[in-house]
């Protein structure tokens, strides 16, 4: 069964602090992994997005690291800032169709106090 | 980059009346938009998926004549929650995409409550 589980499902840092947020997965055959950022009553918006051949990518202070073999992707947010209080979504996109069917996990909400 | 807008953000209805939220790409054409619906602290459920000019795929479970997709051009897709009862009451999000490298780009979705 295609999954996606992410760990943990919440957490509290202090504002400068890093963190990191897991994700594994299940699905297969697999194309893509991607993290999103969602703000409460707002939609997604893209951070990253890896394929099967990409290890880690960066967008500003957020590194997401891939290891396909063990089906793991983590978050990185460096130097953690009041805005980055929001969930964090790890979305696996399979290659079963033409345009892939993405598979959610339920996020991780992350809170940063000052 | 590419942007994706859905209105209206916020509604509140009467229970049986019936709600349209649009969902339109502004910048780019898409030939596929998805309909999601999210609990609290729940991921994004696909709702159904629309191709531009043919009929929507429901996913298991959801009801096509309440939750009506029209997908008439290549930038605006449609949901129309027909009859609307307490229980639809949710955030409904959109989704939109040219092809799987362009990516995929959510709406800042909608929150609908039914009193």
């Known amino acids: 069964k295609n999954q996606v589980e992410q760990s943990p499902q919440s957490l509290i840092i202090l504002e400068g602090k890093n963190c990191t947020l897991q994700c594994n997965y299940t699905v297969s055959p697999f194309s893509n992994l991607r993290w999103y950022k969602q703000d409460t009553g707002r939609g997604p918006v893209s951070l990253t997005i890896m394929t099967f051949s990409e290890n880690t990518k960066s967008n500003g202070r957020y590194t997401a690291t891939l290891d396909a073999d063990t089906k793991q992707s983590s978050l990185h947010i460096t130097a953690s800032q009041l805005s980055d209080s929001a969930s964090y979504i790890c979305?696996?996109?399979?290659?079963?169709?033409?345009?892939?069917?993405?598979?959610f996990g339920r996020g991780t909400q992350l809170t940063v106090w000052p | 980059g590419a942007v994706v807008s859905q209105h209206p953000s916020r509604v509140i209805c009467k229970s049986g009346t019936s709600v349209k939220i649009e969902c339109r790409s502004l910048?780019?054409?898409?030939?596929?938009m998805f309909w999601y619906r999210q609990f609290p602290k729940q991921s994004l459920m696909l709702m159904a998926t629309s191709n531009e000019g043919s009929k929507a795929t429901y996913e298991q479970g959801v009801e096509k004549d309440k939750f009506l997709i029209n997908h008439a051009s290549l930038t605006l897709s449609t949901l129309t929650v027909t009859s609307a009862h307490p229980e639809d009451s949710s955030f409904y999000i959109c989704?939109?995409?040219?092809?799987?490298?362009?990516?995929?780009?959510f709406g800042s979705g909608t929150r609908l409550t039914v009193v």
């Open positions: 979305v696996v996109s399979d290659r079963g169709s033409t345009l892939g069917r993405l598979y």
């Open positions: 910048d780019f054409q898409a030939t596929t």
């Open positions: 989704s939109a995409t040219r092809d799987t490298n362009y990516g995929y780009t």
